[in-house]
């Protein structure tokens, strides 16, 4: 952005020279009073927090809404079943990426399991699993557990349950919290060397804070930009011991939902993984003492990685859609063939091709349980099993495991009906 002219004020002064001070206080006043600032209840380094909603700004918000229209057509002409895998697969991407940028190791198939669980009709009398309950606040993102949703929390009370809710059981006993609602402590964050940011101190100072940041989003206009000016308030507070980043991409997610699709709002946590120094850049940019709090670049640069992410899930979705195709028209072609050979396939088999098929295309899984396959064909299990044993003898299905009893499309199956890789 800076290339078009519009600069940081931290560049206008150092190329300044003579008068600087007085022309960094004049560019300020300009920028504030500008009929296209933005501005809210909180100040950084004592100065009141502004975005100027410049052309390039406008036109990176406007990507994201193109794209976003391109995005749904294609995510509408998915099958229920390939969406909720995709979903899952999106999922397990997010949730590694976010402890991934805040340096927590954990596998795809930790996170796989922690969904299983979540997802569990019996979960209580599971064992707990790492990240199990990060997976079941992720899912109610979606409505997908007995179709509650977690809605964006608009009181103090609500954002320290949502907390609890989604971080509890992954903090340490000296990193829980002491407050009212937050920390009471001091908290600060360290390159290894030196303090690179300090939250803010005081519980009346906190709530304050986190206030300003909760009503930002009961806004109606200017929606994505008070989205990311509301993750820059939260992570500046800083009002946890532990868990800061991860709660508060996790809370713009909750937020993109509200005005973007499913896959678009967490998609968020890879991109900022695959750009993390320019995440963090942002950050800095924006507590820059001779920026006068301006938040301008920083709401640029996230509009920017989350349009980046956008496009990769366009060219993401588009691929599947054209598999999808692919699919149909390969057990088409098969049912033709086995119809000319007098050997065609009974009712519904060619549904559970499909299904299995999505599966195969959208994982995160290779198969699905006999329960699911139940469930999703309305067939009963006894119905299902003359099917399911046929479509085994035939090479074009498989059991993965026994207990529970889960298939997949065979090798041979994938071969033939052109979905290999």
Do not use: C
């Not at 006894?382 to 090479?395: F, H």
């Amino acid at each position: 952005m800076q290339a078009s002219g519009y600069k940081q004020m931290k560049i206008n002064y150092h190329q300044a020279g003579t008068n600087a001070r007085s022309l960094l206080e004049e560019e300020l006043n300009l920028r504030i009073s500008s009929p296209s600032s933005l501005h809210w209840n909180y100040t950084v380094n004592g100065h009141p927090v502004f975005v100027n909603l410049v052309a390039e700004l406008t036109a990176e918000i406007e990507k994201i809404w193109r794209t976003e229209f391109q995005i749904q057509k294609l995510w509408n002409l998915l099958p229920g079943v390939a969406r909720n895998h995709y979903l899952h697969s999106l999922l397990i991407s997010e949730i590694q990426s976010t402890n991934e940028i805040e340096g927590i190791h954990s596998t795809r198939n930790e996170i796989e399991d922690a969904i299983r669980a979540a997802e569990s009709k019996d979960s209580a009398n599971l064992s707990f699993r790492p990240f199990q309950e990060m997976a079941k606040t992720y899912l109610l993102l979606f409505g997908e557990l007995d179709n509650e949703r977690v809605r964006f929390p608009a009181t103090l009370k609500e954002m320290r349950e949502l907390y609890d809710q989604l971080m509890g059981k992954e903090i340490a006993a000296d990193d829980k919290l002491d407050g009212l609602y937050f920390r009471k402590g001091t908290v600060s964050i360290t390159d290894g060397t030196k303090e690179i940011h300090r939250g803010l101190s005081g519980e009346d100072a906190i709530h304050s804070g986190v206030l300003t940041m909760l009503n930002a989003q009961q806004d109606s206009e200017h929606v994505l930009v008070n989205a990311f000016v509301g993750h820059f308030l939260l992570e500046h507070i800083h009002p946890f011991y532990d868990g800061n980043g991860r709660f508060g991409r996790f809370l713009l997610g909750l937020k993109l939902t509200e005005y973007l699709s499913a896959p678009t709002a967490i998609s968020l946590s890879a991109a900022v993984l695959h750009q993390k120094a320019r995440y963090y850049k942002a950050f800095s940019i924006a507590e820059e003492k001779l920026n006068r709090g301006e938040l301008t670049f920083f709401v640029h640069d996230l509009a920017e990685i989350l349009a980046s992410a956008m496009l990769d899930l366009l060219e993401s979705l588009t691929e599947k859609v054209s598999q999808l195709e692919q699919l149909s028209k390969g057990i088409d072609r098969y049912k033709s063939n086995r119809d000319s050979n007098g050997a065609s396939l009974q009712d519904r088999e060619d549904e559970i091709l499909f299904l299995l098929g999505q599966v195969r295309l959208f994982g995160p899984r290779s198969g699905m349980t006999n329960d699911e396959l139940s469930a999703v064909t309305g067939l009963s299990k006894k119905v299902l099993r003359p099917r399911t044993l046929k479509l085994r003898e035939a090479g074009l299905i498989r059991e993965v495991e026994k207990r529970p009893l889960v298939f997949a499309l065979t090798d041979e199956a994938i071969e033939l009906l052109g979905i290999s890789d």
